[in-house]
C-alpha cells in the first residue's frame, strides 16, 4: 500500500476486513498500472472487478479512485481502452470509475466523461445510472461541474444525460433539481421534453404545491417557450398513475390556473383539464 492512495481514503472509517482488502486491491492495482503503458494489459484490475462480492468491487473502486494522483497518465489510457472496448461490463466499471474521480478531480473526469458521451450514443444511459448517486450525495457539486464542464446549451447526448440523470428520489433540495431542468424548458426535441416531464412528474408526486409554481414561474419566462408543452406532458405523467388523491388536488391546482392573469397559464390548465376529464 502506498501513503499516496492512503492520503485519498480515510482507513478508520473501514472495519479491519475492509481496509485489509482495500490494501490489497491497491496493490494489485498499482502494479497494473505500473506496467499498463509498456504491456497494455490490466489482468489483476480486470479480476478486482470481477469479484462476485459486491462489497468488495466498491472497496476495488475506491482503491482505484485513491491511485489516481500517482497514476494520472496510466489511468487516463486504461479508461480509453475500456471505454472503447465491446464488453458492456467493462463501460460500465470505467464509467463507474471516472464518476468517483470526477469530484476530487472535475477538470480532468468531466470533459472526459463529456467527450465520450458526446461521441458514443450508447454511454448516455451508462454514464446518466452512474451519475445518479450522486445527486443524493453531492447535488451542489454536480450542478456545478455539469454546467461548468458540459455543452448542455448545443450537444444532444450530453442534454439526455444530464436530464436522465437526475435523481428525484433524492433527498437534496427540491428547488435546486427544479431550477436544473428549468434550463431545459426551452428544448424542442420530443426525447428531452420527455424526459424532463418524467423528473418533473417525480418531484410534483413528492411536493405538488411547490413545484406547480415552479411551473407558472417556467411558462411565463420568455426564454422558456416550450415550458406549456413540457408541462402538459408532465401532468400526463401524472395522470398514468391513476393516483385519486393526487388528480384531485391536481384538479384543484388546475382550476386555480383558470383564474391566473396569463394566458399562457390558462391556456395549458384547459389543456390538461381537458386530458383529466377524458381520461376519468
Known amino acids: 500500500m502506498n501513503d499516496k492512495a492512503d492520503k485519498n481514503i480515510d482507513l478508520d472509517k473501514m472495519d479491519a476486513s475492509e481496509a485489509k482488502k482495500f490494501k490489497e486491491y491497491s496493490k494489485l492495482i498499482a502494479s497494473d498500472l505500473k506496467t499498463f503503458i509498456k504491456k497494455k494489459a490490466y489482468p ?24 489516481y494522483d500517482e497514476y494520472p497518465e ?7 481502452v475500456m471505454i472503447r472496448s465491446f464488453l458492456s461490463n467493462q463501460k460500465f ?5 471516472l464518476v468517483n474521480i470526477s469530484f476530487s478531480h472535475p477538470d480532468y473526469a468531466f470533459p472526459k466523461l463529456a467527450k465520450h458521451t458526446t461521441q458514443h450514443k450508447d454511454l448516455v444511459e451508462i454514464v446518466a445510472d452512474a451519475l445518479k448517486s450522486k445527486w443524493q450525495t453531492q447535488q451542489n457539486e454536480l450542478i456545478d461541474n455539469l454546467q461548468k464542464y458540459w455543452d448542455l446549451k448545443t450537444q444532444q447526448n450530453l442534454k439526455k444525460t444530464a436530464i436522465m440523470s437526475l435523481n428525484p428520489h433524492s433527498e437534496e433540495e427540491t428547488d435546486k433539481m427544479l431550477d436544473f431542468l428549468g ?7 420530443p426525447f428531452l421534453q420527455i424526459q424532463a416531464a418524467i423528473k418533473i412528474k417525480e418531484l410534483y408526486i413528492r411536493e405538488p404545491y411547490f413545484v406547480e409554481s415552479k411551473m407558472r414561474e417556467w411558462m411565463t419566462q420568455n426564454d422558456s417557450l416550450n415550458a406549456p408543452q413540457i408541462v ?20 384543484i391546482i388546475l382550476e386555480n390556473w383558470s383564474k391566473n ?20
Open 44 to 67: 489483476q484490475i480486470a479480476a478486482c472487478f470481477r469479484d462476485p462480492n459486491l462489497h468488495h468491487q466498491i472497496i476495488a473502486i475506491k482503491a482505484f479512485t485513491a491511485l
Open 232 to 251: 402538459v406532458l408532465a401532468f400526463k405523467e401524472v395522470n398514468k398513475r391513476q393516483d385519486p388523491n393526487l388528480l384531485d388536488r391536481t384538479c
Open 93 to 97: 466499471v470505467a464509467i463507474t470509475l
Open 74 to 80: 496510466e489511468i487516463d489510457k486504461l479508461l480509453d
Open 261 to 280: 392573469s396569463s394566458s399562457v397559464i390558462v391556456d395549458t390548465a384547459a389543456k390538461v383539464l381537458g386530458i383529466l376529464k377524458e381520461r376519468r
Open 183 to 189: 434550463t431545459f424548458m426551452h428544448e424542442t426535441e
